[in-house]
């Protein structure tokens, strides 16, 4: 079993940006899976776009969304993975979300590879990956693509998302 | 850190139990505390109870509950702890349950203390370390002693419950 340390920052330039509270923590692999399988979210959403040649954005984003009183965590997840941002969200709420491709395709779907979820989760993470790498071979370009696609997305987070 | 392996049981008796499905999941200490910080709930329920010498019972308990179709994930914490329950909850939820005072005195309270918990979740488990070890000493059969309880258990899970 894998251990990565990595220094947490804080983050002071937007002010929509939260800073870091308490310590930043330094986390374990194993306990990262563990408190994405609680708490973690794999999404796609597929949004309309007129200006685009399929007239749709395909747009897959990982999150964990945390009360803001444990939003070091999140910004230590932040430091942990080396992508992404942490955002409040609504209320009380505070989000880690990863949206950039390349981040998702070669550091977030290689580290759940790595380290398999436990949880139905799972599932989800897989097709992630699944639409993540038509992705990669420009399959959401075509039309009978984004309908693969939004077939896969329709599978997601079935009694799960948040 | 400790990687603590134990094999899942699968529990046919009482028909309330749950049995497991899927692949009953070997768990590392370091995943259990990512979970347990995501979904686990440190509680202590105080009962009013007119036969008790106090007319108050105290009632600490560690939960994680689960939506049914991860309940192989609750059998394995059963496993890992090597105590407790899994229950079937409401509706279509199951619960894995720890009430024993000695299983939550000598195997979950010493656990996360090895392992400890990284969300502010540490606190509601600092008290409810508190509550046990003020049980261990006999204080709950005092008056004083169960307002002091009280008192605790009052500053648990706020906004952390479920």
Redesign the interface.
Known sequence: ?G?IRREGPVCTGNPQRLDVRDRP?K?????????????GCFHVGIAAHPDMRMHFQVLPEFTVV??E??VQ?LH?LKSFFGCGVVRSNHGDRAAYRVRSRSDLMWTIVPFFVEHPL???KRGDFMLFRRVLEMMELDVHLTRSGVEGIRALAGQMNR??SR
């Open positions: 079993m251990t923590s986390l374990e692999a194993e306990w990262v899976t563990g408190f994405v399988d609680g708490e945390q009360h009183r444990d965590l230590a436990q949880s139905q009694g799960r």
